[in-house]
């Protein structure tokens, strides 16, 4: 799949790249996709919510009435969680949510996710920039030149680029991440995915083993 290059002011260039039908024009995934989604949203959990169960709450260990003969079912402490102010029966407590998936699934999800950009026109190829100093209006006016300063937007970066990435960092609807750093759940969440010219070849080397 032949993609042309554009310049920051959204201005085809006389540069085109070819894009890997192995990661960019494979039929999509959906349930691997489905997994890593849920992968990601579960490691994003702290998993530290924790409710206080009967051993833990402070009270009378008293028998609060007589075992038989009241017509009321028996009861052995105020703490039970049968009672106003005893502790939760079966809350919640810390716990992990991640769960591991193999890595062959997560390539797959990938390069589904970017077969569907690439498929639906959301995706862009745009040549290596960079800024002088760190400005958040330098980035609005590339994402207007590109035609998507009012879209989600994800920017995928060859190789370390601090400048540009602290220029995203107060918008809300734009993110700047590395090649290494993309996920299923960025690219799926973006309305729009920008590839830097020069991060075409990590992302061909990190998925294509």
């Known amino acids: ?36 989604v849920k992968q990601f949203l579960a490691n994003q959990r702290q998993g530290t919510h924790k409710a206080k169960e ?24 105020i703490k039970s969680g ?3 102010g005893g502790g939760r029966m079966f809350g919640p407590r810390p716990r992990n949510y991640g769960f591991k998936l193999n890595k062959n699934l997560k390539r797959l999800a990938r390069k589904s996710v970017l077969s569907q950009k690439a498929k639906n026109n959301e995706l862009l190829v745009v040549e290596d920039f960079n800024f002088d100093t760190p400005k958040t209006k330098n980035l609005i006016d ?3 030149g590109l035609g998507i300063e009012n879209k989600k937007s994800l ?25 290494t750093e993309l996920s299923t759940y960025d690219i799926l969440n973006a309305n729009n995915l920008v590839l830097l010219e020069g991060s075409l070849e990590g992302i061909e080397s990190n998925l294509i083993k």
């Open 155 to 179: 920017i995928v970066l060859g190789e370390s680029n601090k400048n540009l990435y602290l220029s995203s960092r107060n918008l809300k609807t734009s993110k700047v991440v590395n090649h």
């Open 82 to 84: 049968v009672f106003k």
């Open 54 to 77: 009967r051993a833990e709450i402070t009270g009378s260990t008293r028998k609060i009435k007589k075992q038989k003969g009241t017509g009321t079912a028996r009861a052995g402490s």
């Open 142 to 144: 590339v994402l207007k």
């Open 1 to 36: 799949m032949k993609v042309a290059v554009l310049d920051i002011k959204g201005k085809k260039t006389s540069k085109e790249v070819t894009l890997s039908d192995d990661i960019f024009g494979i039929e999509p995934n959906n349930h691997a996709i489905y997994l890593d």
